[in-house]
């Protein structure tokens, strides 16, 4: 094969150049496609970073909101109750949502497999995924405070949460434990081990990289809602610990922060919205170096 | 006719065949195989003498046998003897019930949504169909290595071996972590893979060779000190030489096990098996000593089979 050898190329063996053409129009499209969708992203990234980072400061994250939003800068006070009460609320909410929903999938997965209910539950499922985040506020609400006579409380709205989270776990539980080989079961069964144990020990342990994606995904969309909190952990500026107080949450901080007139409090806004995407990331690289170490194929 | 507890054997009623009754295997006690079935505490190994106990292999006896997939009967009425601390080989072309079959020896079939099994798998003496059958205890009897190989990808070669101990629940009767230690060497050693990965028992063992792997798949079973060890085309994803590991390593397993293969290479049948038996559409056509069904075969079907005139 010398270079000398392609001049008498045969022509079959040659590329065609309508096929050329068709080709790098082919590419072209699709890393135009590719571009523009990264556009908005880089934006995003872009405006998070130059009007957040300058919102941040030591007191933004060590004070309480003062609530006085008319007058300079250094009285608007931070964002500490948010940042507080996002990470109890959702850490609430994943203890209840994370166990139940794998339990769910585990469930579908191994033993409900193609029985009616089975079918049903995974109906379902899908239903409570198009849900409106709001109508999981809605219903908590229906049923915790009003139906209860109460009032709002922390511990309402990481039930809203955790009713929003769920369908999503189990959902990606579901597809990630549907791919680990049944020859991995049957093997575990062929030694011996009872059916919890190779669940336990071998299916979840597998699993596990694939199921925090899914964990992970879930936390992400429930510490980013507003609407299911409003009416369900009421607002306040104040930092409570207390589940069954008023509780602050950092998307709620935004919503309440960007409507207001002042700039510096809209700044308060970015700031805490690169906050919050600064806790996802985080979150997600902790989990990512937990899950590197049990190395799985 | 009764067993050993004098309850009415389930067996009473049933006629008497003589190639089935021929002689009972000269070194298993009857009574060992059916207390790790049952239950039976009294009669259980006492955690003291598990560590060393190795059990000897005991015979498979397969009464009229039939195995479903929903409507569909892959295994009409098969009536078969696996001698103990012997290796048979099933051969028989795709499709014809071999590894269906096999997976009746240990209850394995019916994990397949839709499957059954009729008919009587006697280990021994004991019916492992017998609904007071643990069927957890029947599948640390009897082991099982799969046509490909797989070890648990989470796991290292160490606790792929462990797992046997670990996952059945046997690790407090195993009691020191030394003592943990001296059975999984134990049981690489009997695979032959202990010189090899001694230096990395801690990597993973998906890190291993492909024959390497299926040896760990074998050690693995052999940690739980099973008497019988099934294995569906164990050699199907090796290479020539890794195969012939394999095979030699069945020759010595035999002393401690009963063995029964499935297998697709007639060769291998012939160098490792001691009786071979042909299946054919579900329905047993022929058993015998391996050299004779491969040489002097009784049915034409066999023999057509075996000189490659079809399959």
């Given amino acids: 094969m010398s270079s000398a050898g392609q001049a008498r190329l045969p022509a079959r063996f040659a590329v065609s150049a309508a096929r050329r053409r068709r080709d790098l129009l082919a590419r072209g499209l699709i890393l135009t496609a590719t571009v523009i969708a990264l556009v908005p992203l880089a934006l995003i990234l872009y405006y998070l970073l130059r009007k957040g980072l300058g919102a941040w400061s030591t007191s933004f994250f060590s004070t309480d909101p003062t609530g006085n939003t008319f007058f300079k800068t250094s009285s608007i006070g931070g964002i500490k109750s948010a940042i507080l009460g996002t990470i109890e609320m959702v850490g609430l909410a994943a203890a209840m949502a994370i166990p139940l929903g794998t339990g769910v999938a585990v469930w579908l997965i191994e033993y409900g497999r193609d029985s009616w209910f089975a079918h049903a539950v995974r109906y379902f499922v899908d239903v409570l995924t198009g849900v409106p985040s709001i109508v999981f506020g809605l219903f908590i609400y229906i049923v915790l405070v009003v139906g209860t006579g109460s009032s709002y409380g922390a511990y309402k709205g990481s039930f809203a949460l955790a009713l929003l989270m769920l369908p999503v776990v189990t959902r990606s539980a579901e597809v990630i434990l549907q791919l680990i080989p049944s020859g991995l079961r049957e093997s575990a069964l062929a030694l011996g081990a009872p059916r919890w144990r190779v669940i336990s020990r071998v299916v979840l342990p597998t699993a596990l990289p694939g199921l925090i994606t899914g964990v992970l995904l879930a936390i992400a969309r429930a510490a980013g809602e507003t609407a299911p909190l409003l009416f369900t952990a009421g607002e306040t500026l104040k930092t409570n610990y207390g589940l069954g107080e008023f509780m602050n949450a950092l998307p709620v901080q935004i919503y309440r922060d960007v409507t207001s007139p002042t700039t510096a409090v809209v700044d308060r806004a970015w700031g805490t919205a690169l906050t919050l995407v600064a806790m996802i990331l985080l979150l997600n690289l902790m989990a990512r170096l937990i899950s590197r170490r049990s190395h799985v194929a | 006719m009764t067993t050993a507890d004098g309850l009415p054997s389930p067996l009473a009623d049933m006629e ?155 690790v407090r009767s195993v009691g020191s972590k030394a003592e943990l230690q001296a059975k999984v060497e134990s049981a690489l050693r009997g695979a032959s893979l202990w010189e090899e990965v001694r230096e990395r028992l801690h990597e993973p063992g998906a890190g291993l060779s492909g024959g390497q792997q299926q040896r760990l798949c074998i050690a693995r079973s052999l940690a739980v000190d099973p008497e ?64 004779q069904i491969f040489t002097t075969p009784s049915d034409p079907r066999t023999e057509e089979y075996v000189t490659g005139k079809f399959g």
Avoid: W
Wanted: hydrophobic share 40%; glycine share 8%; net charge negative.
């Fill in chain 2, 16 to 170: 008497p065949e003589s190639r089935l009754q021929s002689e009972r295997p000269q070194q298993s006690d009857g009574s060992q195989a059916r207390a790790r079935i049952i239950g039976d505490s009294a009669r259980l190994a006492t955690p003291t003498d598990n560590a060393i106990v190795t059990n000897q292999g005991v015979s498979v006896t397969l009464r009229g046998l039939r195995a479903f997939y929903g409507d569909a009967e892959q295994v009409k009425g098969v009536d078969l003897e696996f001698r103990a601390n012997e290796v048979t080989a099933i051969i028989g072309p795709s499709g014809c019930g071999k590894s269906t079959m096999i997976r009746c020896i240990n209850r394995m079939h019916e994990e397949i949504p839709g499957a059954r099994a009729e008919g009587e798998v006697l280990l021994d003496e004991t019916d492992i169909y017998d609904p007071a059958v643990d069927v957890v205890a029947v599948r640390r009897a009897v082991g099982m290595v799969f046509q490909k190989p797989n070890p648990f990808p989470t796991m290292s070669v160490f606790d792929n071996v462990a797992a046997g101990l670990r996952l059945g629940g046997r």
């Fill in chain 2, 228 to 291: 019988v060890i099934l294995m569906d085309e164990p050699c199907s994803a090796l290479d020539p030489i890794a195969t012939l590991r394999i095979e030699e390593l069945i020759d010595d397993l035999k002393r401690r096990v009963t063995i029964v293969i499935v297998t697709h290479n007639m060769q291998q049948a012939a160098r490792v098996a001691d009786r071979t038996a042909f299946l054919l559409g579900g329905e047993l056509v022929e058993v015998g000593p391996t050299q």
